[in-house]
């Protein structure tokens, strides 16, 4: 049957939150390194600006505009990773809340059935007659306090 219809594929494991929150933030850092060397031409746009004058200052302006330009749509795309980097942040956060939820959960059980089983182990008349013993004892004592 194989020969026939092939082979099943391996699946490639699912990718995981820590996996994504990476390549996100490596994506980040490269945006934000692009919008720094934007940031640089600006500057420089800006001092070629102060030095030239008539259609060499048009042809400066129209360069900076389209760095401009570039510079918010990097930022645009900067932004929007940070929003998918909060995503993840916030279902990596309910996950590890559902954990400990879960632990704690299980701690309470296992807690309920000690206390259930260690219960079971005390006997109430003893203890009534164990503290009515001592109750009379310490009144002989008394008396006996009181007789010397």
Known sequence: MNRIFGKKKPTAPAPSLS????????RVSAVDGKIAKLDAELRKYKEQLKKAKG???ANIKRRAMD??????M?????????????????TSFA????????????AMKVAASTLKA???KLNIDSIEDTQDDLGDMMEDMNEINEMT
């Open 19 to 26: 996996d994504a929150s990476g390549r996100i933030d490596q």
């Open 55 to 57: 259609p060499t200052a």
């Open 67 to 72: 760095t401009l330009k570039r510079k918010k």
């Open 74 to 90: 990097y930022e645009q795309q900067r932004d929007q990773m940070a929003g998918q980097a909060f995503n993840i942040e916030q």
């Open 95 to 106: 996950i590890d809340s559902i954990k400990d939820t879960q632990t704690t959960v299980a």
């Open 118 to 120: 260690e219960t079971k």
